[in-house]
Nanobody, 124 residues
Framework: QVRLVESGGGLVQAGGSLRLSCVVSGRTFSDDAMGWFRRAPGKEREFVAAISYGGGNTNYADSVKGRFTISRDNAKNTVYLQIKGLKLEDTAVYYC?????????????????WGQGTRVTVSS
């Protein structure tokens, strides 16, 4: 059974930083591209960032470029999302997702496995 478990969310002041983590079990993590998505209150879930199986290629939504960094540690079966310069509009539930392919993607339909999410709330 594949499991993705996110952690690291919380309440942070605008301008602050967080690092989200997602630990994957039940698959050969190093074979799979991974991604992060988020759902803000009252909005559809949207793509945030993605990383290829080896970590050599990454992709970001325009709204987070320069502030968010996705990375992975294949020895720990973990993918990270480092967030800096948090804005009020970053308030959302953040979801980790896994593909069954090595290359990254930016649409939900390309991801086969999902975590339960971790909530990030940015205060002014």
């Amino acid at each position: 059974q594949v499991r993705l478990v996110e952690s690291g969310g919380g309440l942070v002041q605008a301008g602050g930083s967080l690092r989200l983590s997602c630990v994957v079990s039940g698959r050969t993590f190093s074979d799979d591209a991974m991604g992060w998505f988020r759902r803000a209150p009252g909005k559809e879930r949207e793509f945030v960032a993605a990383i290829s199986y080896g970590g050599g290629n990454t992709n970001y939504a325009d709204s987070v470029k320069g502030r968010f960094t996705i990375s992975r540690d294949n020895a720990k079966n973990t993918v990270y999302l480092q967030i800096k310069g948090l804005k009020l509009e970053d308030t959302a539930v953040y979801y980790c997702a896994g593909r069954t392919y090595p290359g990254y993607a930016s649409t939900e339909a390309d991801y086969a496995f999902w975590g339960q999410g971790t909530r990030v709330t940015v205060s002014s």
